[in-house]
């Protein structure tokens, strides 16, 4: 940085700040969804664009944040994007429809892209090397507590207050953090005479926003039965794929090649997007499985996932205090082992599961992801030459936010589909003919309005048990490729 650091803590906790609070946002309305459903006038499918229009617009937002972070100063961005973002969370807080809301929301996640890779890019400028270990564990634990203990907190606030809330808490952490940032965070170099690639920028905005509104959409559609669906197939493919001819081709693409010809950070990024996917996915299913089967309330719902962030919180301090003279490889693999065994456990969960076992669940996977953020962020910047971190970072969240947009899209898409299966598979024995129905009396018989509306709650009640654990089963999969792209990490020196 072109001033002296000084007040290292507080420009550290200034930049956690924007950190968290853009973090936070991407799970907090989770668990007040089934109250923005109702307010809002909306479907059950619909709802979910709440999330992924956040998710999908900070994955897009990303992409040019090392070009506008050069151009015109980190600083200046910093602070800019902290008021954005404060600004749209008041507006989104405020939105009267669910068209409202989607567009505060895409407003919300672009101004609120920049928050952690220049947060990230911060930390690793203000701390000399052999402190970074440290720093990054910090910043890993703002960018890993915020989706957990988001469900916590958006069940408090909208239990206490209204759901409103969940976009209003950002109002004094923004002004908070804006205020810390312009008066302590040094002015870094700016080069006012460089070009951006708008080309790259467009045709992978196109990949990106049309493959997100496939994966939405499809469902409701009927995927490729449908024009819409078809034709957004084919902007992604299209869009992705001139990305990467561009990305070869182009003299300054925004995305450097030489990004990916270093297997640290090309491996570490890969697996920091297969474990979003997980993470954000199950952060996305817990909450409604807990209110909407098992019956928990919205502050209780909250407070049951609250163990995954003491969890990661565990893990952070351990590996900061040891571990540079642990092998990181192995620390992941632990990592990996233990959530997709978590996962696992979760798949053969029923309504009445107790308390403590989800708490105990929680906490396990907690410490899972603390045990592999860490020490993937760390690797990324093993080898990495350092005029690359600021187009690293910002690749490493775009890719980040992609893959939970992709993990939200597909456990809502199979949630979907296995509770039509189910229930159709269910559903095919409930006939007059069957004698078990038949000792039921009237309560139960199919042929009366009341037994078959009845009968018909009770099966949609299993089915949904069902698809619930299937979507958790095929995240505990998940977890295997990504143990074999440790594969490809030779050992370093500890």
């Not at 956690?16 to 989770?30: E, H, K, R, W």
Request: net charge positive.
């Amino acid at each position: 940085m072109s001033e002296p650091v000084r007040h290292r803590l507080l420009i550290s906790i200034f930049s956690m700040m924007g950190t968290l609070m853009q973090v936070l946002d991407s799970t907090i309305a989770n668990v007040a969804l089934p109250y923005m459903q109702g307010s809002l006038n909306t479907t059950l499918d619909q709802i979910s664009w709440v999330l992924t229009s956040y998710v999908m617009a900070s994955a897009i937002g990303t992409a040019p944040v090392g070009w506008l972070s050069s151009r015109y100063g980190r600083k200046n961005l910093y602070i800019t994007c902290l008021v954005g973002f404060t600004l749209t969370s008041m507006m989104c807080g405020a939105a009267q429809s669910l068209s409202q809301m989607v567009v505060c929301r895409i407003l919300q996640g672009l101004f609120g892209a920049a928050l952690v890779p220049l947060s990230q890019a911060t930390m690793l400028d203000t701390y000399p090397a052999e402190k970074r270990n440290q720093a990054m564990a910090a910043f890993g634990m703002g960018v890993m507590i915020g989706p957990i203990l988001g469900p916590t907190l958006g069940g408090y606030l909208t239990d206490a207050f209204d759901w409103r809330w969940v976009f209003y808490i950002n109002l004094p952490i923004g002004i908070v953090a804006t205020t810390g940032l312009i008066v302590f965070l040094p002015r870094a170099p700016r080069n006012a005479d460089l070009k951006f690639d708008w080309t790259g920028f467009t045709v992978l905005a196109m990949g990106v926003g049309a493959f997100q509104l496939m994966m939405d959409r499809g469902q409701t559609e009927d995927w490729f039965n449908s024009r819409e669906i078809v034709i957004e197939a084919v902007l992604a493919a299209l869009g992705l794929y001139l990305f990467i001819v561009h990305m070869l081709t182009a003299k300054k693409p925004f995305i450097p090649p030489a990004l990916f010809q270093d297997r640290y950070f090309t491996t570490a990024t890969l697996l920091m997007f297969t474990t979003n996917t997980v993470m954000m996915a199950s952060s996305a299913l817990i909450a409604p499985y807990l209110q909407n089967l098992a019956g928990h309330t919205v502050a209780e719902t909250g407070l049951l996932m609250a163990p995954r962030g003491f969890g990661t919180m565990m893990a952070m301090v351990f590996l900061a205090r040891s571990g540079a003279r642990l092998d990181m490889r192995k620390v992941m693999a632990m990592g990996l082992s233990i959530l997709g065994l978590s996962m696992y456990d979760m798949s053969h969960w029923t309504p009445d599961v107790s308390g403590t076992r989800i708490s105990i669940t929680m906490m396990i996977q907690g410490f899972s992801m603390g045990c592999i953020w860490n020490p993937v962020t760390v690797i990324s910047f093993t080898t990495l030459p350092a005029h690359l971190r600021g187009d690293a970072t910002a690749v490493q969240s775009l890719c980040r936010n992609i893959g939970a947009a992709i993990g939200i899209s597909v456990t809502a898409f199979m949630l979907a589909r296995n509770i039509q299966t189910s229930h159709a598979g269910l559903a095919a024995d409930l006939t007059p003919f069957n004698r078990l129905l038949q000792w039921g009396g009237h309560l139960i018989d199919p042929t009366t309005l009341k037994g078959a509306a009845l009968l018909d709650q009770m099966v949609t009640r299993q089915a949904l048990i069902i698809a619930y654990n299937n979507d958790f089963l095929m995240m505990s999969i998940v977890s295997i490729p990504a143990l074999l792209m440790l594969i490809l990490l030779r050992r370093k020196g500890r």
